[in-house]
T-cell receptor, first 111, second 114 residues
């Protein structure tokens, strides 16, 4: 099946720093999704990307759909303590019920 | 809207017991899915449904059954619980828009099998 490699596995940063994480795949996707998961909660959708090359922002978050359709990155600018959590990328090919998830990036923000 | 709801929030089972995890959504979404999340890992797809009466297997379907008799409900049945099924289970629903699909998750059911 399709595999997603998400990196880095974890990040420890100071409040105010920018963050960058990415996902790569051996095969193409038609949709890339980025989620944040807080402890004890389900993932919450942050950004959805539908076209190769698309760059989309949501507040301090910016994500891009790679031109090859095999990768995506997420940037968080000027991090704050509430950015702490696990960030997941997910790719979809054709069926909305079938997302392939990366293993997550755990973000820790030190005040 | 309540969104995607899951019950129970926590459950402990003994090996061999069966149970049903409930999932409901009130957004009239066509697509619903079940995932499991193990420590330090992403979510893996168990079963999914593209509409009432239609279900299909995901990546890790063994030991689980689903049915979709209504648009709103998508229960997951564990037939004979095993310790390997200790995990957090998430239900999700999706709707299609012109560009693609967006998927929304419930709060999860934390299952321990002893």
């Amino acid at each position: 099946g399709q595999q997603l490699n998400q990196s880095p596995q974890s990040m420890f940063i100071q409040e105010g720093e920018d963050v960058s994480m990415n996902c790569t795949s051996s095969s193409i996707f038609n949709t890339w999704l980025w989620y944040k998961q807080d402890p004890g909660e389900g993932p919450v959708l942050l950004i959805a990307l539908y076209k190769a090359g698309e760059l989309t922002s949501n507040g301090r978050l910016t994500a891009q759909f790679g031109i090859t359709r095999k990768d995506s990155f997420l940037n968080i600018s000027a991090s704050i303590p509430s950015d702490v959590g696990i960030y997941f990328c997910a790719g979809q090919l054709t069926n909305a019920g079938k997302s392939t998830f990366g293993d997550g990036t755990t973000l820790t923000v030190k005040p | 809207n309540a969104g995607v709801t899951q019950t129970p929030k926590f459950q402990v089972l003994k090996t061999g017991q069966s149970m049903t995890l409930q999932c409901a959504q009130d957004m009239n979404h066509e697509y619903m899915s079940w995932y499991r999340q193990d420590p330090g890992m992403g979510l893996r797809l168990i079963h999914y449904s593209v509409g009432a009466g239609i279900t299909d297997q995901g990546e890790v379907p063994n030991g689980y059954n689903v049915s979709r008799s209504t648009t709103e409900d998508f229960p997951l049945r564990l037939l004979s619980a095993a310790p390997s099924q200790t995990s957090v289970y998430f239900c999700a629903s999706s709707y299609s828009i012109e560009a693609g699909y967006e998927q929304y998750f419930g709060p999860g059911t934390r299952l321990t099998v002893t």
